[in-house]
């Protein structure tokens, strides 16, 4: 299977920990997405990647989140001194496309589930 | 806040029956896409309309786009048990680099 893959599916931790999480989007694809879901909501825009370019944030990315692309390849989102606010299902996507470019599906791992105690 | 807003919320049909959820948004978009959802798993890609479409077919499914009034609407005919999901629209923005999800339509079909 070449889809999207998330590691870890499930992440258990104790409030204040810091918790990093991984995607490995389709080869060819240059476009990565992370979005976070709530139980019962729709997937919330958390930032996109073209290539190893960062180049949209949302506001509901704090400062203690960080996400990565080395070399346009894997993606990680880390999640400093986590709360319990942010338990939720992360998950990860990725498209063809270049800049400007929505005309392409996304992508979807089955996300990585995060619950904070 | 999201973008894209289906309706209804909850639907539950008789399988055999057709479905149709709409998707509401509020500024203007490239294109529109609706997913899929299953339980636990990630989102399926099912259809893509541009916004100078009006309507597009794929197999069971039939979206149309009224761009005039921000909204579409996904029918899905000859339901199946399998079609039980949630089913959500997302739109872009105008730099297309960003993505709105509504809070989907769960859609039950009893065999």
């Known amino acids: 299977d070449t889809g999207v893959s998330q590691d870890p599916r499930h992440k258990i931790t104790k409030r204040g920990q810091n918790v990093t999480f991984r995607c490995d989007p389709i080869s060819e694809h240059n476009r990565l997405y992370w979005y976070r879901q709530t139980l019962g909501q729709g997937p919330e825009f958390l930032t996109y990647?073209?290539?190893?370019?960062?180049?949209?944030k949302s506001r509901l990315l704090s400062d203690r989140f960080s996400a990565e692309r080395p070399k346009g390849s894997f993606s990680t989102l880390e999640i400093q001194r986590t709360e319990q606010g942010d338990s939720a299902m992360y998950l990860c996507?990725?498209?063809?496309?270049?800049?400007?470019?929505?005309?392409?599906?996304?992508?979807f791992g089955d996300g990585t589930r995060l619950s904070i105690l | 806040s999201q973008q894209g807003e289906e309706d209804p919320q909850a639907l539950s049909i008789q399988e055999g029956e057709n479905a149709t959820m709409n998707c509401s948004y509020k500024t203007s978009i490239n294109n529109l896409q609706w997913y899929r959802q299953n339980s636990g798993r990630g989102l399926v890609h099912l259809i893509l309309?541009?916004?100078?479409?009006r309507e597009k077919h794929s197999g069971r499914l039939r979206v149309t786009l009224d761009t005039s009034k921000k909204s579409s609407s996904l029918l899905i005919t000859a339901s199946r048990a399998a079609d039980t999901a949630s089913y959500f629209c997302a739109t872009d923005t105008n730099t297309g680099n960003q993505f709105y999800f509504g809070t989907g339509t769960s859609l039950t079909v009893i065999p």
């Open positions: 996507a990725s498209s063809l496309g270049g800049t400007k470019d929505s005309n392409q599906p996304q992508h």
């Open positions: 990647f073209q290539n190893e370019a960062q180049l949209e």
């Open positions: 309309i541009r916004s100078n479409e």
